[in-house]
C-alpha cells in the first residue's frame, strides 16, 4: 500500500530527531542499534544538542570547547578545526578568510563545522576525508556488510529450521538470497542517504545557496538533522509491500511513545495506563476478529497462532496436514527371510 511509505517516513523524522536531541524518549536497545549502525561519536551527538540549546554558538567561546577540539585531535586534525570561537558563523567572503587561515580545504563559501569531522574515519585513512561524497560511498558498503551479516541468518534461518535440504535447491536458496541483498541494501540507503541529506544541507548547496543564514541553523534541529531525517525514511520504497507494512508496525510504537508528552510515559500516568489498555484491547479484538472472519488477512505466525487458538486441531492449516498425512501411501513391507523359507515348507 502506498500509504507505508508515508507512515515510515513520517516516523523515521520522529525517531531520527529524538535519538540526537532526546535519545531517552527512545527505548536503550533502539538507541544503542541506532549508534552502532551510524557509528557517529558520541562527543558530536553532545556537541548537536548543545547547538540545539544554544549553549555552544559558532564564533563565540564555549564551556564545552573540549569536546571538538579533542575531537579532532583523535582524527588527526588541528584542534582549532573544533575550537567554536575560531570558526565562522556564516558563510561568504568572511568564512573564506577564516578557512584559508586554519588550512580547511574545500569549505568554501560556508561556516560552521568543518565536514570532516562528520565523515567516516576509513576515508581519513584513504585522504578523501574531505569528500562527501566519498563518504556517502562508504558509509554505504559498511553498513551494507554489516546489514547482510543480520539479514542472511533472518532469511536462511526459517529455511534450516523447517526444511535444511532445501537450502540445497536454487529455486529455494536464490530467492531467500535475494531478499537478504535487498533488505540490506534498504538499510545501507537509509543510513548513506541520512548523511548525503546532511552534507547537501550544511556543505554542499543550501548552506551555499543562502550563506547569510547562521551555521547554527544549517546544524541545528530544524537544518540538516532535519532534512535528513526525512530523506531516510524513503528509502522504505527499496523493500517489497509486505516488508514495508511489517517494518511500519514495527517503528509506529516506538514512533508514537517519542511524541507522546513525556510526563504521560515518565510516569504513572493513570490516563496513559486507561489509553494504553483500550488499545491492548482494542487491537486484540481487531485480531481475533480476522481471525474468524477473514483469515486470508493475517499472514505468518500470527495467522496460524490465531487460527489454532480459535479453532484448536480444526484449523484450515492444521486439518490440511493430517489430510495430506492420510493421502500420502503408505510403503509397503517386503516380506521377510523366514516367511518366504516357511512358504517353500508348506508346498512340499
Known sequence: MAGHRYVLGLQCIRIMWCFFYQPHRLPPSYVKWISSLANVDKRLLKTLRLIHSRELVYGHSSTYSHLLTSYAKD????????DPQLLPACGGADADVVWKALGVPGRSGVGGLPCEFLHSSITTRWGLDNSCLTNVGVRFCLAFIEAMSLYLPVHFLPLLLTRPSSILQRHRAIPALLAAIRSATFLSTFLSSYFLAVCFTRTLVLAKMFPWIPHNVWDGPYGSVLVGS?????????ENTRRRGEMALYVLPRAVKASLPAKWTAGNHAG?????????????ASLLTFAIHEPESLRGLSRWTLAFVMKGPNADFWKKRKERLEICPQTPIPPSSNSISTQGVDRV
Open 75 to 82: 582524527r588527526g586534525y588541528p584542534s582549532s578545526w573544533g
Open 230 to 238: 526525512f530523506t531516510c525514511g524513503w528509502s522504505i520504497l527499496i
Open 272 to 284: 496513559a495506563r486507561l489509553a494504553e489498555r483500550i488499545v491492548f484491547v482494542l487491537s486484540l
